[in-house]
């Protein structure tokens, strides 16, 4: 098998999941069309420096996520800032109550979603990647360029921003 040969075969296979993850970080399919092609040309004059410290996935992923986020920043967006005092003083039962919970219901499901669009795209990437992708704290890392132990503080204070964001959500529309 040839070098477009295995391009092609590395294309088929990833090719969805790095437009996925582009989607979710850029919230554009044009342009998470246009930013998966560049990861694959990328990525094809990068081989030679894939050393298998990872999966090919998790190697491709972060590359896709580099030019996603790159790209995002250019874009000046409107992202909404949450008081960190409202963050650290949430209890944490309260938090995986709301979030983790087997009864989700539509309306929830519709406030995690707007809340999830008011998130900065690293963030937003970084939720998904850890709960709608089922990737490992060690494969996220990898893939921000993160430690271990940064991601993991980093999805804990997402999800307790996307806790905010929803309560809000609730208390606008329930007027408590």
Not at 4 to 27: E, G, M, P, W
Not at 116 to 139: H, N
Request: hydrophobic share 40%.
């Amino acid at each position: 098998m040839g070098e477009t040969d295995c391009f092609a075969h590395l294309l088929n296979r990833y090719s969805k999941q790095v437009f996925s993850l582009i989607v979710k970080i850029v919230d554009n399919r044009e342009d998470a069309e246009e930013l998966a092609q560049d990861v694959f040309v990328k990525a094809y004059k990068s081989l030679s420096s894939f050393r298998g410290d990872s999966s090919f996935s998790t190697w491709i992923y972060r590359i896709a996520y580099n030019i996603a986020v790159s790209a995002t920043r250019k874009k000046t967006g409107n992202f909404i800032s949450v008081d960190e005092g409202m963050i650290a003083d949430m209890p944490d039962d309260e938090l995986d109550e709301m979030l983790l919970t087997e009864a989700v219901n539509e309306k929830r499901i519709s406030y995690l979603k707007r809340a999830l669009e008011q998130l900065p795209p690293d963030e937003r990437a970084m939720i998904m990647l850890f709960y709608k992708d089922d990737r490992s704290m060690d494969d996220i890392a990898f893939i921000t360029g993160l430690t271990e132990t940064n991601v993991k503080t980093k999805i804990f204070r997402i999800r307790k921003k996307l806790f905010v964001l929803i309560k809000a959500m609730g208390e606008e529309n329930y007027g408590n």
